[in-house]
């Protein structure tokens, strides 16, 4: 069966350090792969996603990167945090349409919440 | 481009009542439309998804072409049912990517 892990679950980083939050999949392959921010009021934010290794679309501007360096690995990065990138980030994967519309479904990681002190 | 809407940020109803949680969109083309469900400390998860026209839960949802709407509906709230809903929308060609609303808290009273 397919599983998604991300890690870690609280982070308090201050303001300018760096940040790695790293999300992995198990139990599939070429996985579609998803960074959300949870946010009260906005709802879930898409901001990155990946169809492939080294294939990354951005949805927003921002302070924060993602890449994909295999297959099941999706890395949320920045090199200097701001205050306003303290939040509840999520991770997603989903499969590539093979034609049979059912498998659609997204697979949600159990989150991080970032703090930025 | 892609959008869902989610006009209501709260939504509170009696035990028994019925419910709707109202979803609009914004597709050029056939989109694939879902409703996601997050129970307290609980992960996202699928409550139901348009292609399959089912009902889980008591919820229902039909997909309108013609107003845009992706509604769920159940006919009479159970307290179990308190949580936040997401409606989501995923493009069927090219980049497949996610897009979701701003949710809807469900707070049913007893």
């Known amino acids: 069966s397919q599983t998604i892990h991300q890690w870690p679950a609280t982070l308090v980083q201050p303001v300018g350090s760096p940040l790695s939050l790293e999300c992995t999949v198990e139990?599939?392959?070429?996985?579609?792969l998803y960074w959300y921010r949870q946010a009260a009021g906005r709802g879930l934010q898409l901001l990155f996603y990946?169809?492939?290794?080294?294939?990354i679309s951005s949805e927003v501007p921002q302070n924060l990167s993602a890449s994909r360096p295999q297959d099941r690995q999706f890395i949320l990065s920045s090199k200097k945090l701001l205050l306003s990138d303290s939040g509840f980030y999520l991770c997603?994967?989903?499969?590539?349409?093979?034609?049979?519309?059912?498998?659609?479904?997204?697979?949600f990681g159990q989150g991080t919440r970032l703090t930025v002190v | 481009a892609q959008r869902v809407t989610q006009p209501e940020k709260l939504l509170s109803v009696f035990k028994g009542a019925p419910v709707e949680l109202k979803c609009n969109y914004s597709?050029?083309?056939?989109?694939?439309l879902f409703w996601y469900v997050q129970y307290s400390r609980q992960r996202l998860q699928l409550l139901l998804r348009h292609i399959s026209r089912e009902s889980i839960k008591g919820f229902t949802a039909d997909l309108n072409k013609g107003e845009t709407s992706f509604h769920l509906k159940k006919p009479f709230a159970q307290e179990e049912d308190s949580a936040m809903y997401y409606c989501a929308l995923r493009s069927t060609s090219g980049t497949y990517k996610y897009i979701f609303g701003t949710g809807t808290r469900l707070k049913v009273l007893a």
């Open positions: 997603a994967w989903s499969v590539l349409d093979r034609g049979f519309e059912m498998n659609t479904e997204a697979f």
């Open positions: 597709y050029s083309g056939s989109p694939e």
């Open positions: 139990g599939t392959s070429n996985p579609n």
């Open positions: 990946s169809v492939g290794i080294g294939q």
